[in-house]
Protein backbone atom coordinates (compact mmCIF):
# COMPACT_ATOMS: atom_id res chain seq x y z
CA UNK A 1 0.00 0.00 0.00
CA UNK A 2 1.15 3.36 -0.69
CA UNK A 3 1.77 5.70 1.72
CA UNK A 4 0.89 9.73 2.10
CA UNK A 5 2.27 11.79 -0.63
CA UNK A 6 3.22 15.12 -0.24
CA UNK A 7 3.63 17.48 -3.45
CA UNK A 8 5.66 19.06 -3.90
CA UNK A 9 8.64 18.12 -1.98
CA UNK A 10 10.17 21.48 -2.37
CA UNK A 11 8.77 25.57 -3.50
CA UNK A 12 10.90 28.73 -2.81
CA UNK A 13 8.45 31.53 -3.03
CA UNK A 14 8.53 35.38 -2.25
CA UNK A 15 6.62 37.32 0.39
CA UNK A 16 2.73 38.22 -0.58
CA UNK A 17 2.86 35.16 -2.93
CA UNK A 18 0.55 32.65 -2.14
CA UNK A 19 1.28 28.61 -2.29
CA UNK A 20 -1.11 25.68 -2.27
CA UNK A 21 0.36 22.17 -0.80
CA UNK A 22 -1.18 18.60 -1.44
CA UNK A 23 -1.67 15.98 0.03
CA UNK A 24 -2.47 12.21 -0.90
CA UNK A 25 -3.70 10.16 1.85
CA UNK A 26 -3.12 6.36 1.95
CA UNK A 27 -5.88 4.72 0.05
CA UNK A 28 -8.82 4.00 2.33
CA UNK A 29 -8.20 6.68 4.67
CA UNK A 30 -10.71 9.20 5.38
CA UNK A 31 -8.98 11.39 7.97
CA UNK A 32 -6.10 14.79 7.08
CA UNK A 33 -3.93 16.58 9.38
CA UNK A 34 -1.86 19.13 8.51
CA UNK A 35 1.05 20.78 10.92
CA UNK A 36 3.51 23.31 10.65
CA UNK A 37 7.29 22.44 11.91
CA UNK A 38 9.71 25.03 12.63
CA UNK A 39 12.87 25.03 14.56
CA UNK A 40 11.30 27.94 16.61
CA UNK A 41 7.91 26.53 17.52
CA UNK A 42 8.27 22.92 16.75
CA UNK A 43 5.22 20.77 15.37
CA UNK A 44 2.17 23.09 15.65
CA UNK A 45 -1.40 21.47 14.11
CA UNK A 46 -2.92 23.57 11.20
CA UNK A 47 -5.96 21.67 10.85
CA UNK A 48 -7.83 18.12 10.30
CA UNK A 49 -10.23 17.13 7.88
CA UNK A 50 -12.91 14.29 8.09
CA UNK A 51 -14.86 13.13 5.17
CA UNK A 52 -14.58 17.12 3.45
CA UNK A 53 -15.38 18.79 6.47
CA UNK A 54 -13.11 20.49 8.75
CA UNK A 55 -13.32 19.04 12.04
CA UNK A 56 -10.45 20.88 14.53
CA UNK A 57 -8.23 24.03 13.61
CA UNK A 58 -5.42 25.41 15.01
CA UNK A 59 -4.09 28.48 16.23
CA UNK A 60 -3.46 30.09 12.84
CA UNK A 61 -4.19 33.35 10.90
CA UNK A 62 -6.67 33.47 8.82
CA UNK A 63 -4.09 33.16 5.79
CA UNK A 64 -3.99 29.73 6.34
CA UNK A 65 -6.83 27.47 4.67
CA UNK A 66 -7.09 24.05 3.57
CA UNK A 67 -10.09 21.90 2.03
CA UNK A 68 -10.90 17.70 1.14
CA UNK A 69 -11.86 16.68 -1.42
CA UNK A 70 -14.43 13.61 -1.75
CA UNK A 71 -11.19 11.31 -2.78
CA UNK A 72 -10.04 12.64 0.50
CA UNK A 73 -6.66 14.12 -0.92
CA UNK A 74 -6.35 17.41 0.63
CA UNK A 75 -5.10 20.43 0.03
CA UNK A 76 -3.66 23.55 2.36
CA UNK A 77 -3.55 26.90 0.83
CA UNK A 78 -1.18 29.66 2.60
CA UNK A 79 -2.37 33.85 0.99
CA UNK A 80 0.06 36.55 1.69
CA UNK A 81 3.31 34.30 2.32
CA UNK A 82 5.43 35.81 5.52
CA UNK A 83 9.05 35.08 6.14
CA UNK A 84 7.98 33.46 8.99
CA UNK A 85 6.05 31.00 7.17
CA UNK A 86 9.21 29.11 6.20
CA UNK A 87 8.59 25.69 7.42
CA UNK A 88 8.32 21.91 6.78
CA UNK A 89 4.62 21.34 6.81
CA UNK A 90 3.49 17.57 7.06
CA UNK A 91 0.27 15.64 6.66
CA UNK A 92 -0.84 12.81 8.11
CA UNK A 93 -3.38 10.36 7.44
CA UNK A 94 -5.88 8.13 9.28
CA UNK A 95 -8.31 5.22 8.58
CA UNK A 96 -10.88 7.45 11.17
CA UNK A 97 -11.71 10.75 13.51
CA UNK A 98 -10.64 9.28 16.87
CA UNK A 99 -7.08 9.70 17.08
CA UNK A 100 -6.36 8.21 20.34
CA UNK A 101 -7.72 4.68 18.62
CA UNK A 102 -6.15 4.91 15.16
CA UNK A 103 -2.28 5.21 14.26
CA UNK A 104 -1.80 8.27 11.80
CA UNK A 105 0.81 8.29 9.28
CA UNK A 106 2.88 11.02 8.12
CA UNK A 107 4.07 11.77 4.60
CA UNK A 108 7.69 13.21 4.15
CA UNK A 109 6.28 17.10 3.91
CA UNK A 110 6.97 19.74 1.99
CA UNK A 111 9.96 22.13 2.70
CA UNK A 112 8.74 26.15 2.19
CA UNK A 113 11.20 28.89 1.66
CA UNK A 114 10.05 32.28 1.66
CA UNK A 115 12.03 34.85 0.36
CA UNK B 1 -5.86 21.04 28.41
CA UNK B 2 -3.47 18.62 27.59
CA UNK B 3 0.12 18.57 27.14
CA UNK B 4 3.48 16.73 26.70
CA UNK B 5 7.04 17.88 28.10
CA UNK B 6 10.32 16.67 27.04
CA UNK B 7 13.07 16.91 29.90
CA UNK B 8 16.15 16.77 27.74
CA UNK B 9 16.75 18.39 24.02
CA UNK B 10 20.12 16.55 23.37
CA UNK B 11 20.85 13.26 24.59
CA UNK B 12 24.27 11.58 23.80
CA UNK B 13 25.07 8.00 23.67
CA UNK B 14 27.56 5.37 22.91
CA UNK B 15 26.67 2.53 20.85
CA UNK B 16 25.54 -0.65 22.46
CA UNK B 17 24.24 1.36 25.71
CA UNK B 18 20.87 2.10 26.95
CA UNK B 19 19.29 4.90 25.68
CA UNK B 20 16.56 7.15 28.45
CA UNK B 21 14.36 9.83 26.96
CA UNK B 22 11.97 11.53 29.13
CA UNK B 23 9.06 12.54 28.77
CA UNK B 24 6.00 13.82 31.13
CA UNK B 25 2.22 14.62 30.76
CA UNK B 26 -0.36 16.52 31.87
CA UNK B 27 -4.04 15.26 31.50
CA UNK B 28 -7.14 16.25 33.07
CA UNK B 29 -7.95 12.53 31.77
CA UNK B 30 -6.49 9.42 30.99
CA UNK B 31 -4.23 10.26 27.86
CA UNK B 32 -3.27 8.34 24.88
CA UNK B 33 0.43 9.01 24.34
CA UNK B 34 3.03 8.45 21.49
CA UNK B 35 6.13 8.55 21.05
CA UNK B 36 7.13 9.03 16.88
CA UNK B 37 10.43 9.40 15.48
CA UNK B 38 12.09 11.51 12.66
CA UNK B 39 15.34 11.13 10.69
CA UNK B 40 16.67 13.74 8.87
CA UNK B 41 14.68 15.42 5.88
CA UNK B 42 12.02 12.47 6.49
CA UNK B 43 8.37 12.56 8.18
CA UNK B 44 7.53 11.22 11.35
CA UNK B 45 7.22 7.16 12.35
CA UNK B 46 5.30 5.87 14.75
CA UNK B 47 7.29 3.89 17.69
CA UNK B 48 4.58 3.46 19.68
CA UNK B 49 1.13 3.93 21.20
CA UNK B 50 -0.33 4.02 24.60
CA UNK B 51 -4.26 4.18 24.96
CA UNK B 52 -4.81 2.47 28.33
CA UNK B 53 -4.01 -1.15 28.10
CA UNK B 54 -1.00 -2.28 29.51
CA UNK B 55 1.26 0.39 31.00
CA UNK B 56 4.54 -1.42 29.25
CA UNK B 57 4.05 -0.79 25.66
CA UNK B 58 6.45 -2.19 23.21
CA UNK B 59 7.35 -0.73 20.08
CA UNK B 60 9.38 -0.90 17.19
CA UNK B 61 13.18 -1.21 16.62
CA UNK B 62 13.40 -2.68 20.28
CA UNK B 63 12.21 0.27 22.09
CA UNK B 64 9.56 0.45 24.59
CA UNK B 65 7.80 2.93 27.24
CA UNK B 66 6.20 3.02 30.38
CA UNK B 67 2.90 4.79 31.46
CA UNK B 68 3.19 5.89 35.20
CA UNK B 69 0.30 7.29 36.30
CA UNK B 70 1.85 8.08 39.40
CA UNK B 71 4.56 10.53 38.43
CA UNK B 72 2.89 11.43 35.15
CA UNK B 73 5.94 9.96 32.79
CA UNK B 74 5.96 8.05 29.51
CA UNK B 75 9.87 7.32 29.09
CA UNK B 76 10.86 5.76 26.18
CA UNK B 77 13.81 3.35 26.53
CA UNK B 78 16.24 0.96 24.43
CA UNK B 79 18.53 -1.41 26.27
CA UNK B 80 21.09 -1.17 23.33
CA UNK B 81 21.45 1.83 21.24
CA UNK B 82 22.32 0.88 17.55
CA UNK B 83 23.95 3.98 15.15
CA UNK B 84 20.79 3.84 13.01
CA UNK B 85 18.87 5.26 15.60
CA UNK B 86 20.24 8.75 15.65
CA UNK B 87 17.09 10.80 15.19
CA UNK B 88 14.95 13.13 16.36
CA UNK B 89 12.14 11.63 19.09
CA UNK B 90 9.18 13.27 20.01
CA UNK B 91 6.82 12.20 22.75
CA UNK B 92 2.98 13.37 21.90
CA UNK B 93 -0.67 13.60 23.44
CA UNK B 94 -3.70 12.89 21.63
CA UNK B 95 -5.81 15.85 22.20
CA UNK B 96 -9.34 14.18 22.47
CA UNK B 97 -9.76 11.41 24.25
CA UNK B 98 -13.24 9.51 23.54
CA UNK B 99 -14.02 12.16 21.08
CA UNK B 100 -13.47 12.69 17.58
CA UNK B 101 -10.55 14.49 16.64
CA UNK B 102 -7.19 13.27 15.20
CA UNK B 103 -5.03 16.71 16.73
CA UNK B 104 -1.97 15.38 18.09
CA UNK B 105 0.12 17.73 20.51
CA UNK B 106 4.16 17.93 20.07
CA UNK B 107 6.57 17.71 22.93
CA UNK B 108 9.59 19.96 21.91
CA UNK B 109 11.70 16.91 20.63
CA UNK B 110 14.42 15.25 21.88
CA UNK B 111 17.74 14.59 19.57
CA UNK B 112 19.27 11.88 20.18
CA UNK B 113 23.28 11.29 18.76
CA UNK B 114 24.78 8.06 19.10
CA UNK B 115 28.50 7.61 19.30
CA UNK B 116 30.53 4.90 17.61
Known amino acids: KAGVTQTPRYLIKTRGQQVTLSCSPI?????VSWYQQTPGQGLQFLFEYFSETQRNKGNFPGRFSGRQFSNSRSEMNVSTLELGDSALYLC??????????????FGPGTRLTVL | AQSVTQLDSHVSVSEGTPVLLRCNYSSSYSPSLFWYVQHPNKGLQLLLK??????LVKGINGFEAEFKKSETSFHLTKPSAHMSDAAEYFCVVSEGYGGATNKLIFGTGTLLAVQP
Open chain 2, 50 to 55: YTSAAT
Open chain 1, 92 to 105: ASSLGSQGFRHEQF
Open chain 1, 27 to 31: SGHRS
